[in-house]
């Protein structure tokens, strides 16, 4: 007996497509659409036959979460290793679900093992699991199709090791400084708020005028002690309202705007975006992703959404015919070598190799600047540091010179 099965598919030239298709069994219904030229990226069969008057499909709920890029990383690695070792695809997903490192990536694979069972693809199964990003999907997808998936699996590996290991840097050169600041302004806060007040209640005794920076100092003190829910409270609270507005279009597009403008740290974040961008994209075309789909992907995964707005503009432009080159220098959103590349490339027919180049590159040209971005930094927190210090000591020692002065 038929049964009616809803499908989400992309054709030939990237478009999203859905609607329904009768068939025996889902690994009939995946067939029927291969057979059409679609790639398949969700195939849900419906709660009762066409016989029985069921016409409703039931989606079946993503599992929860998202994996990690680390967690991807060795998935796509593990699962490549098996597959060209000849293991298949159920028995690869089973011994990984075996031996997954958490209970989500244990579930994900349990899932993804029960709808290739069942005769969907591997990208569709994927998918349906809610946990892989879209370029992870639609590389999956272009892997099925051209018959290439343990290299394109390789491929990921590849970009996701990367991925991780350029945010670790980055993160790495971030949080030294972060950590400082704060310490420094925890123990001056603790200095203020504790310390100097009674320091200054034994001065007063002595009835010497206290300086005016000892004042303020110990006026602050005081409003710390006795309005303490202003002080923690007043920053909590604009920091959660600028949260609120960073998560809206408008307030990420301003974030996002005024990083890359930053005298240092713009140029900084410029290197790493062109780093993803070109690795992304070149995974992408060498997998066989369409190109419109492809720079798609690319908006979602740049991490800054007024480098993704170009993008739109480059999309368009190339769905008018005009290459990728052209439309990318006229958005003015990546430096002229990287156009230039780019249009050395498309006009060679090696556009994938050139992308790879420019990302190694950038990779390059960022592990300099995290090297710049970090001896820039240190001394502008010593100095901080420095500053801070000489307050606190300032406010403590004049008052003291001043009471040897009176004696």
Known sequence: MERVFTYRARDAEGRLTQGTIRAADEAAAAELLRAQGLFVTGLF???????????????????????????LARLSRHLSVMIQAGVGLSAALHTLASQAENKLEKRVLEAAKARVDAGNPLAGALAETGAFPPLFIHMVEAGEVTGRLDEVLA????????????????????????????????VVGVLITFVIPRFVEVLSQSDVPLPRITQIVFGVGKFAQTRWYVVLGVPALIAVAVGYW???????????????????????????????????????????????????IVEKVVGNSHI???L????????????IALPLAQAGIFPLVVTQMMAVGEEGGALDSLLTKLAGFYEQEVDRGIKS???????????????????????????????????
């Open 45 to 71: 069969g419906a709660e009762k036959s066409e016989a029985e008057g069921g016409t409703r499909a039931a989606a079946r709920p993503s599992v929860g979460g998202r994996l990690k890029v680390q967690n």
């Open 155 to 186: 491929r990921l590996a590849d970009y996701y090791e990367k991925d991780h290991d350029l945010r670790q840097r980055v993160k790495g050169a971030l949080t030294y400084p972060a950590v400082v600041a704060s310490f420094a302004v925890i």
């Open 246 to 296: 960073l998560r809206t279009d408008r307030g990420r597009y301003w974030y996002d705007s005024t990083v890359l403008r930053l005298p240092v740290i713009g140029r900084f974040m410029e290197k790493v975006i062109v780093v993803r961008f070109a690795q992304t994209l070149a995974s992408l075309v060498v997998a066989g992703v369409p190109i419109l789909q492809s720079l798609e």
């Open 308 to 310: 993704a707005m170009g």
């Open 312 to 323: 739109r503009q480059v999309r368009s432009g190339v769905r008018e015919g005009a290459g």
């Open 373 to 407: 971005l970090t001896s820039l930094i240190e001394p502008v927190v010593i100095v901080f540091l420095g500053l801070c210090v000489a307050f606190v000591a300032a406010s403590v020692i004049l008052p003291v010179f001043r009471m040897v002065q009176v004696v």
